[in-house]
């Protein structure tokens, strides 16, 4: 080991230990805010098609022969992408924007969903009853993905009449 690996490890031991008895974590993942319901959601104009009051939105664009669904950040553009273009998918599929290609490219985006660790995304698709659209949305649904975000927890002021209680506190 070189030198200067060795005092890269030893810092990053020294920042890890907790002191004396302390309970000290350090999250370097730049969405927990997110996760923890405390990052700003962008409101925009209450006439704005489509609105931005989310933190992830579900996109699906269908062409005359295939399928993508996505995951956009508000900030940061896509996330998870999923299409059948994709040669793992496409290889198995009949034809590429059929009912079944929209069944199993919601399975397959819900399980990126997963891996990547989002479980709850927006999405405003008004889906026809019967239709391939409603389809992927119980699907991915069925999988384990909620297609609604919970709200943003805003501060408490001393004036306020109700104070919700935080998810993290404990209260017993």
């Not at 698709?125 to 992927?136: C, I, M, N, Y």
Request: proline share 5%.
């Amino acid at each position: 080991m070189a030198a200067s690996a060795k005092r890269i490890l030893s810092k990053i031991r020294q920042t890890n230990q907790a002191s004396n008895g302390e309970l000290c974590m350090v999250n370097r993942n730049p969405r927990n805010l997110e996760r923890l319901r405390l990052a700003y959601k962008t409101d925009g104009y209450h006439l704005e098609k489509p609105v931005r009051n989310f933190w992830h939105r579900l996109e699906i664009t269908a062409t005359n022969k295939y399928v993508t669904a996505k995951v956009v950040h508000f900030q940061n553009g896509p996330v998870i992408e999923c299409s059948t273009t994709e040669w793992a998918l496409k290889r198995h599929l009949y034809k590429g924007n059929d009912f079944s290609a929209y069944t199993n490219l919601a399975k397959v985006f819900a399980a990126r969903c997963l891996d990547a660790g989002l479980t709850e995304m927006w999405s405003d698709l008004k889906p026809s009853a019967g239709g391939k659209v409603e389809s992927f949305l119980r699907t991915v649904e069925e999988c384990g993905v909620k297609l609604q975000e919970p709200e943003r927890i805003r501060p408490s002021y001393s004036w306020d009449m109700h104070r919700p209680e935080k998810p993290w506190e404990i209260t017993e």
